[in-house]
């Protein structure tokens, strides 16, 4: 009798990148005879990917790493993967006896070899950036079937003083376009029609020949891409180009998530966010008066060491003048080796503040978002039905192409269908939508 296919599991933290990795992932070990499995309970080999942005992300993991030593099959191989993993390297094994392998966002290419290996009874971290690895010869596994992450660079040359990311994954480069319109093309052919575009800064993107303008043109063209986004680009890179690139190609969704940061140029120049509040500001009513509808989300840091009362209220203040449809809002966390730790001590905000602003923060974007959502009342938009509700029943989860969960009647079978709905209800964040009149997605050829 021969031996079951091996099962991998893999659980996946932090952001869109870490999810595509661990598609990446999956689709290696798919290709060296692993089965995937959705519990770790049982499965032979376990990978945890690792974010590392926050202290708070990296005391989660520690936790369910003990969690998975109490309840993993006797003999299975668990893995850290991912940044956290590219911090600590071998330190790490020390730490956690029953991790066999350590492996940074550039070393996947080996988890087939080195999992062998731990099957062994060695234990290894692999933690060298490789600049060359796009991974362009495998073959993800997605988790989703709707919409298709597609990394097109790597790593980040900006060095944000209170950021890890440049340390755990390494300088910025880009996937050749060509590769990236060949992967836009495959998962079309799989039946998805909305494709985001991942990378750090992602309109720095350049591939020695294309900017970022080109590949939002030629990922755009590609037949049967309805949708187009991309994650997270830099105030600073929004070139003319850029921002007429997306003004023009249709599939380009009228929504732009910019992260802020701080309202405060005093802060911003200390976190070495290289522009201004204004210049914040002038890039919104850039991009706002060249793509009609734009929604905008942003990440806002409160706590940065030195902020003050003032500074704080310049960030409200812009936040207020702005308008985000939604906002993602942090305590600034030390990280280890990063500029931000090297402040003065006197500048260090106490804990309580920074609690305290991060509760008016979200106050005041809620406020907002409720005003704005309310005023869309009786709309009526096309939607992309993403997933069954979370809350159940007869539900489903679908998304307007400025970013605006839409809950509306269904069932799974309307998955990756667009629909035309009214927004007919809004708890302030979300909306609750009738279907108008259905649409079929268009023929591939566009
Ligand atoms: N590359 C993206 C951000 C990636 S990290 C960009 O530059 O826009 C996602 C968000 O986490 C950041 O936008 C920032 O708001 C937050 N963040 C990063 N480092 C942090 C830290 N040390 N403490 C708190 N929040 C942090
Ligand atoms: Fe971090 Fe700044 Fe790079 Fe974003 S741009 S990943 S915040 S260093
Ligand atoms: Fe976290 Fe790494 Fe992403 S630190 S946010 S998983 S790039």
């Known amino acids: 009798m021969t031996d079951p296919r091996p099962t991998v599991y893999v659980e996946t933290y932090g952001c869109q990148m870490n999810v595509s990795d661990s598609e990446l992932?999956?689709?290696?070990?798919?290709?060296?005879?692993?089965?995937?499995?959705?519990?770790?309970?049982?499965?032979?080999?376990?990978?945890?990917?690792?974010?590392?942005?926050?202290?708070?992300?990296?005391?989660?993991?520690?936790?369910?790493?003990?969690?998975?030593?109490?309840?993993?099959?006797?003999?299975?191989?668990?893995?850290?993967?991912?940044?956290?993993?590219?911090?600590?390297?071998?330190?790490?094994?020390?730490?956690?006896?029953?991790?066999?392998?350590?492996?940074?966002?550039?070393?996947?290419?080996?988890?087939?070899?080195?999992?062998?290996?731990?099957?062994?009874?060695?234990?290894?971290?692999?933690?060298?950036?490789?600049?060359?690895?796009?991974?362009?010869?495998?073959?993800?596994?997605?988790?989703?079937?709707?919409?298709?992450?597609?990394?097109?660079?790597?790593?980040?040359?900006?060095?944000?003083?209170?950021?890890?990311?440049?340390?755990?994954?390494?300088?910025?480069?880009?996937?050749?376009?060509?590769?990236?319109?060949?992967?836009?093309?495959?998962?079309?052919?799989?039946?998805?029609?909305?494709?985001?575009?991942?990378?750090?800064?992602?309109?720095?993107?350049?591939?020695?020949?294309?900017?970022?303008?080109?590949?939002?043109?030629?990922?755009?063209?590609?037949?049967?891409?309805?949708?187009?986004?991309?994650?997270?680009?830099?105030?600073?890179?929004?070139?003319?180009?850029?921002?007429?690139?997306?003004a023009t190609v249709d599939a380009v969704c009228e929504h732009v998530h910019l992260p802020m940061q701080s309202g405060s140029t005093k802060i911003l120049k200390r976190m070495l966010r290289r522009y201004t509040r204004e210049g914040y500001v002038e890039c919104v009513d850039r991009l706002r008066s060249a793509i009609p509808g734009l929604s905008v989300t942003t990440d806002i840091i409160v706590g940065f060491p030195g902020e003050t009362d003032e500074d704080f209220e310049e960030t409200l203040s812009v936040v207020r003048a702005v308008g985000f449809s939604e906002g993602f809002t942090f305590k600034f966390s030390p990280r280890d080796g990063t500029p931000a730790t090297r402040m003065p001590a006197e500048l260090t905000v106490p804990d309580e503040v920074a609690s305290e602003r991060l509760a008016t923060l979200v106050a005041t974007m809620r406020a907002h978002s409720r005003v704005e959502n309310m005023g869309l009342l009786g709309r009526r938009c096309e939607v992309l039905v993403e997933k069954e509700a979370r809350r159940g029943g007869d539900l489903v989860q679908t998304r307007t192409r400025d970013f605006k969960t839409v809950l509306v009647p269904g069932d799974a079978s309307m998955i990756g269908q667009y629909l035309n709905v009214e927004l007919t209800g809004t708890t302030g964040s979300t909306f609750t939508g009738q279907i108008v009149s259905e649409r079929r997605p268009l023929p591939m050829a566009g």
């Open 25 to 246: 992932m999956l689709g290696k070990l798919a290709a060296h005879g692993y089965d995937a499995v959705d519990h770790p309970d049982g499965a032979d080999v376990i990978l945890v990917n690792t974010c590392a942005i926050r202290e708070h992300a990296e005391t989660r993991v520690i936790g369910r790493l003990g969690e998975l030593r109490r309840n993993m099959k006797p003999g299975a191989i668990v893995g850290v993967t991912g940044c956290m993993a590219q911090r600590l390297g071998p330190v790490l094994l020390e730490k956690a006896k029953h991790v066999s392998l350590v492996i940074g966002p550039d070393g996947y290419r080996a988890l087939p070899a080195l999992i062998d290996g731990a099957r062994r009874g060695q234990r290894a971290s692999a933690t060298t950036f490789d600049l060359e690895e796009h991974y362009e010869d495998f073959q993800p596994r997605r988790f989703d079937n709707v919409k298709a992450w597609i990394p097109v660079q790597r790593g980040c040359d900006y060095r944000c003083t209170y950021c890890i990311v440049p340390t755990t994954r390494g300088p910025e480069r880009s996937r050749k376009l060509a590769d990236v319109v060949r992967e836009t093309e495959t998962v079309v052919a799989e039946g998805m029609s909305e494709v985001v575009l991942l990378g750090q800064t992602v309109n720095s993107y350049h591939d020695g020949e294309s900017d970022f303008a080109d590949l939002l043109r030629a990922v755009g063209a590609v037949p049967g891409v309805r949708r187009l986004r991309f994650t997270s680009p830099h105030p600073n890179d929004f070139s003319t180009r850029v921002i007429a690139a997306m």
